[in-house]
């Protein structure tokens, strides 16, 4: 692995490094201070649907130890949280009335934030839809894209002055695809049609939650967090290099066309376009509101070939086995040029503003031994990730910071609490934290910031 201090030198002096989380993977109170259910509260409560049976009920219990967390963010030596506001806590119905005392949470979180010299990344919606909502139609319902319209409103009138960055979604891939046509994640469907639908009132909602943001607090820089794909033929061929495309349009264009073009991708349209919702007047042009910035979840990368000759659906694909045999334990291959790759495909491909990496981390499950945990290959994994940041930088893409996946472990959504992603180990038992030596790796990667700052 690299020294953390040779690697920060490498980076200019405004690069700002942070760690990421999301209301339900760590806020547990899930039925406290007026918060009502969301999606993932009745899906992680049926059976089969989360491993071990497992809930965000209690997560790592962050609404009760606030405080102590921001203190532990602090030392970790980061300059900037990327954190989600969770729709449930401000309207517990997803329209009607607003739960204040929902809103004061997230005002000592960003007071708190503010307290300890950290910048502020709020994320607007990383998927606990209010079930009200989702009895309604949920995603699939263009109703839903104007509640969150006034979702928006609401946050961004109380907290748009203290927010340095703010993001309409996060990953719309899993809203979308995981969620509808997959139904790995709540609300669990399998249908393309349904998934149709949802994508077309997720892009719908981010050009109306943009159009709030700018209303209600224009200073904000105002974004949205993709998970593109990083699209490799398992063979050199041009059936499989066809395949790569389709994918890409399916799995990023459907997102990065609209944001940055005005239309849905081609290919995809003359494949799917009869099925999809309709697209009213002026829906695109809403969808392709100028954005100040966007972000990029990247983990691993992705292996297609062509599928078809099965007769096989739009985009007509089979997933390719890994190249490189270092996996993580959740079973993803580790592979950080493509993190180069996709990010100058996706520039050459698009007129795009600056960027964050919002999210990049490794599952690796060591625990404590004699209060040390030795994760290595964490360490290395972001060691190698962080020099490809390094590498974009000096190509001259726009990188303005990076977030680590995960502050600490929590509820890893259809994973449960199986698989941790943290910097910080959790004890659900007793909610001890504890930082592992990936998270000291990173510490004195930030640090090296901060000594800059304080020398300026």
């Known amino acids: 692995m690299i020294d953390p201090k040779q690697l920060a030198r490498r980076f200019p002096d405004d690069f700002i490094f942070g760690v990421a989380t999301a209301s339900y993977q760590i806020e547990g109170a899930a039925r406290e201070d007026g918060r009502k259910p969301s999606i993932w509260d009745a899906f992680s409560h049926m059976p089969g649907r989360v491993h071990n049976r497992d809930t965000g009920d209690v997560a790592c219990d962050h609404y009760h130890r606030l405080e102590s967390d921001l203190d532990m963010m602090k030392d970790l ?16 119905d997803g329209r009607g009335p607003v739960n204040e005392v929902g809103l004061d949470f997230y005002d000592r979180l960003i007071d708190g934030c503010k307290a300890r010299g950290l910048k502020t990344n709020a994320t607007l919606y990383h998927w606990d839809l209010p079930l009200t909502l989702a009895g309604e139609g949920g995603w699939t319902a263009r109703s839903t894209a104007y509640a969150y319209q006034r979702y928006v409103q609401t946050v961004m009138k109380r907290f748009g002055d203290r927010l340095d960055l703010v993001s309409t979604f996060n990953e719309p891939w899993c809203v979308v695809w995981l969620s509808h046509l997959h139904g790995i994640h709540a609300p669990g469907e399998r249908s393309m049609d349904a998934a149709l639908a949802a994508l077309h009132t997720v892009n719908l909602a981010h050009g109306l939650g943009l159009e709030a943001i700018r209303q209600e607090a224009p200073e904000v820089k105002a974004g949205i967090v993709l998970n593109l794909q990083a699209i490799y033929p398992v063979n050199d061929t041009d ?13 990023n264009g459907v997102f ?15 494949a799917l376009g009869e099925r999809m919702p309709a697209i009213e007047d002026g829906d695109l042009d809403l969808i392709s509101g100028k954005l100040d910035w966007w972000g990029l979840n990247y983990y691993m990368p992705a292996r297609v070939a062509d599928d078809s000759a099965s007769g096989a659906e739009f985009p007509a694909i089979s997933v390719g086995a890994p190249v490189y045999n270092v996996i993580t334990d959740i079973g993803w291959e580790t592979h950080a040029p493509a993190m180069k790759m996709l990010t100058e495909q996706v520039y050459q491909r698009y007129d795009l503003p600056d960027m964050y990496i919002t999210e990049n981390g490794a599952c690796y499950n060591m625990a404590p031994v004699d209060g040390v945990v030795d994760d290595a290959p964490r360490t290395e994994y972001l060691s190698d990730h962080i020099a490809i940041a390094a590498d974009l930088v000096e190509a001259g893409i726009p990188l303005k910071g990076y977030y680590a996946w995960s502050l600490m472990d929590n509820f890893e959504w259809a994973e449960g609490y199986a698989m941790r992603f943290g910097l910080i180990f959790v004890d659900y038992e007793t909610q001890e934290r504890t930082l592992k030596n990936s998270g000291k790796w990173y510490k004195a990667l930030a640090e090296e910031f901060l000594e800059r700052g304080e020398e300026r």
């Open 256 to 270: 990065l066309d609209p944001l940055f073009k005005g239309a849905y991708p081609d290919g995809f349209m003359s």
């Open 77 to 92: 030596g980061v300059e900037t949280y990327r954190f989600s506001i969770a729709w449930p806590r401000i309207i517990p």
């Open 239 to 251: 059936a499989d290099r066809s395949a790569a495309e389709r994918s890409f349009q399916f799995n």
